[in-house]
T-cell receptor
Framework: AQKITQTQPGMFVQEKEAVTLDCTYD???????LFWYKQPSSGEMIFLIY??????QNATEGRYSLNFQKARKSANLVISASQLGDSAMYFC????????????FGPGTSLSVIP | NAGVTQTPKFQVLKTGQSMTLQCAQD?????MSWYRQDPGMGLRLIHY???????DQGEVPNGYNVSRSTTEDFPLRLLSAAPSQTSVYFC??????????????FGPGTRLTVL
């Protein structure tokens, strides 16, 4: 069963605007971690931000922030002040406490930033 | 540090041929994983390892073998290549200590085409 869902295959955002990329997950483990990675057209995978299930506050990292709604099992990535270089694929991923040697990814969202 | 290295970068195989994708990391990471990336499906976990001598199956293990004789190396073997194995393959590693928060470091990927 799909554990990570990203319902937006493709998104467009105007330069300098904010954008939210959705991620919902499914787990019965109370302990888990959520990750977001960026994959530009060059192909490398770049770690952006992490949120732990027990973290009291939403994670932030520069222009990236995570809108973590634990009860809804969602961990949406918010990119503020979009830049042309933000055009890329974005992947949500999860590591569960009972199997933290294993990380599962969602299908990804393609973001295009329009000048 | 070279980080995670993968060879080759590109490979074309004929159906039925065998080959090994190489992955090495110099960060002394215990955890290593292989993923395949296909359009619209994100990264799917093939096999993973928690340390030398220990491997386990991921989401899509069929048609692939792995072994882990050293901490540094985690090769992926295709015993009899099939066109369905045409994909981009990523190797990743992460530190094992500290629990859930350990980002994965990815190699540059191997683009494999099976004719």
């Amino acid at each position: 069963a799909q554990k990570i869902t990203q319902t937006q295959p493709g998104m467009f955002v105007q330069e300098k605007e904010a954008v939210t990329l959705d991620c919902t997950y499914d787990t019965s483990d109370p302990s888990y971690g959520l990750f977001w990675y960026k994959q530009p057209s060059s192909g490398e995978m770049i770690f952006l931000i992490y949120q732990g299930s027990y973290d009291q506050q939403n994670a932030t990292e520069g222009r990236y922030s995570l809108n973590f709604q634990k009860a809804r099992k969602s961990a949406n990535l918010v990119i503020s002040a979009s830049q042309l270089g933000d055009s890329a694929m974005y992947f949500c991923a999860m590591r569960e406490g009972t199997s933290y040697d294993k990380v599962i990814f969602g299908p990804g969202t393609s973001l295009s930033v329009i000048p | 540090n070279a980080g995670v290295t993968q060879t080759p970068k590109f490979q074309v195989l004929k159906t039925g041929q065998s080959m090994t994708l190489q992955c090495a990391q110099d960060m002394n990471h215990e955890y290593m994983s292989w993923y395949r990336q296909d359009p619209g499906m994100g990264l799917r976990l093939i096999h993973y390892s928690v340390g030398a001598g220990i491997t386990d199956q991921g989401e899509v293990p069929n048609g692939y073998n792995v072994s882990r004789s050293t901490t540094e190396d985690f090769p992926l073997r295709l015993l009899s290549a099939a066109p369905s194995q045409t994909s981009v393959y990523f190797c990743a590693s992460s530190f094992s200590g500290g629990g859930l928060y350990n980002e994965q470091f990815f190699g540059p990927g191997t683009r494999l085409t099976v004719l």
